[in-house]
């Protein structure tokens, strides 16, 4: 029974966790342009909603990290 996890469990790893690191950066260089957009127009509801979309993004794969680093 655990034999037949095996194989999904490898290939939630290789697509998932594999390139945590450069998924964290990618995230927060995009959290940060769209902040820095955000700066220039605060009261843009489509951005204050882009904002949070992708700040959960980045939160999310921050936590995956750090546990894998545990």
């Given at each position: 029974?655990?034999?037949?996890?095996r194989?999904?469990?490898?290939?939630l790893?290789r697509?998932?966790y594999?390139?945590?690191?450069?998924?964290q950066?990618?995230?927060r260089?995009?959290?940060?342009?769209?902040?820095s957009?955000?700066?220039?127009?605060?009261?843009?509801?489509d951005?204050?909603?882009h904002e949070?979309v992708v700040?959960?993004?980045?939160?999310?794969?921050l936590?995956?990290?750090?546990?894998?680093l545990?």
């Amino acid at each position: 029974m655990l034999n037949d996890l095996r194989g999904p469990l490898r290939k939630l790893n290789r697509d998932k966790y594999a390139a945590i690191h450069e998924q964290q950066i990618t995230a927060r260089i995009q959290l940060e342009k769209v902040q820095s957009e955000l700066h220039g127009n605060p009261r843009d509801e489509d951005l204050l909603a882009h904002e949070k979309v992708v700040r959960d993004i980045y939160l999310e794969i921050l936590k995956s990290s750090l546990t894998f680093l545990k």
